[in-house]
């Protein structure tokens, strides 16, 4: 039974994930009271079982590719790596574990944030229940993520499958992983085993990588397809058998029946709330499972003002950086009383294959649908002198102008996923191609790429007759 007394609070988050572990820590440091509640590991999906985990992977199959087919582009022989699969997932517990004291209770104790290790629901709109303690705060901030959504397809229930939470605990490389999803964990899941020796079959009901802008998406598919990835787009999976080590995918019906067999199933459809077990009902607070907590453009609830929700479980776009972005931003109401309101438009998304595919703001279709008359402006790797210095030349970026303004920006190639952070900057502040055409990067760079495509947005006025009639004229004066 809970304690008699309350604990009485300023602040009181649920969830310490990204989003969570940022809130506790601002409140800390400004000295207001906090009790953060944590049902499982400090540091969250990110830091446990996605983004951390996944990129430490994603680094070890780069560097086997790289030594089967880097090598030969500068003179040096290629070799095949001799890959010891249980010491690669040993690096990647390694990256977990290095990490994790700065998410854990005692860093956060130490701060003077009151960790409870339990799981936390609400009593009613005012107080929260946690491993036998009860919490009654000024403010409640909900930040408790997702966990994979598992799809009701026929025998599924019934076959082992792996999903983002069980595939890092695997010792033993899967001889033949079959994919579900197309999204960017089975797309990066896919790529990473590849190269790491495993034969690779996904399956994507739709368009693989379907929410990237579509030119640069099939350039990426295109070479993950290159490299030997069997990817079946339109492919409905209609059941699944099996048991460890010998499982089938069955897809489609009568005539387009087709069935792959393989020895591992990894489950990457999408992600589920983690919602249900909050007794949000008690507290007032209108949700939906699937889109979650009904929110202002402030993050907070629009049924019981006490409560903030901030991460996957607030309906915007289900990224780490998003949460850290939201976390933030509440704490302008939070401690100053200062208003603030969430910009969906400026979160970037990267899908974490090689090359990466990296994107700010709209794509060419949404922008036309928004704004009509739209300007496509695009510059390719291979032009680029680092990009060649280094046999790195694939790809390009694309910029979406409407209006004169940069609202979209698409990159894929090499460290796309760091150059988009300039982009990111462009789009949020609404900067204009001149902005950018202004910036000096360092030679050589990527970073030049940018810059000549917003360049190359200009580029019309040498050929305009009025121009050079302009400059003809000028000339006459010395």
Known sequence: MPEQDPIETDICVIGAGSGGLSVAAA????????????????????????????????????????????????????????????AVMAHVKGVIASIAPHDGVPRYTAMGVNVIEGEGRFVDGETVEAAGKRIRARRYVIATGSRPSVPPIDGLADTPYLTNETLFDLTERPDHLLVLGGGPIGIEMAQAFHRLGSKVTVFEAQAAMGRADRELAELALASLRGEGIDIHEGAMVSSVSGEAGAITVNTGRGQNAHSTSGTHLL????????????????????????????????????????????????????????????????????????????????????????????????????????????????????????????????????????????????????????????????????????????????????????????????????????????????????
């Open 27 to 86: 409140a800390a440091a400004f000295g207001v009271p906090t009790v953060l509640i944590e049902r499982d590991k400090m540091g969250g999906d990110c830091l446990n079982v996605g983004c951390v985990p996944s990129k430490a992977l994603i680094a070890a199959a780069r560097t086997a590719h790289e030594m089967r087919h880097g090598a030969s582009r500068f003179g040096i022989a290629n070799v095949e790596p001799d890959i010891d699969f249980t």
């Open 267 to 478: 489950v990457a459809t999408g992600r589920r709330l983690n919602t249900d077990t909050l007794n949000l009902d008690a507290a007032n607070i209108a949700h939906d499972p699937k889109t979650g907590i009904e929110v202002d453009s402030g993050l907070r609830s629009t049924t019981n003002k006490r409560v903030y929700a901030v991460g996957d479980v607030s309906g915007g776009p289900a990224f780490t950086h998003t949460a850290g972005y939201q976390a933030g931003l509440i704490m302008r109401p939070l401690l100053f009383r200062l208003p603030a309101k969430m910009n969906a438009n400026i979160q970037p998304a990267v899908t974490y294959c090689d090359p990466p595919l990296a994107q700010i703001g709209l794509t060419e279709e949404d922008a036309r649908q928004k704004h009509g008359k739209v300007d496509i402006r695009r510059f390719p790797l291979a032009e680029n002198d680092r990009a060649r210095a280094e046999r790195k030349t694939d790809g390009h970026v694309k910029l979406v102008i409407a209006g004169g303004k940069i609202v979209g920006v698409h990159i894929f190639g090499d460290a796309a996923d760091e150059m988009i952070g300039l982009w990111c900057l462009a789009v949020q502040k609404g900067m204009k191609p001149s902005d950018v055409t202004g910036y000096v990067p360092p030679y050589p760079t990527r970073g030049e790429i940018g810059k000549r495509a917003a360049t190359d947005y200009y580029s019309a006025m040498a050929r305009d007759p009025r121009i050079r009639k302009l400059i003809a004229f000028l000339r006459r004066f010395g």
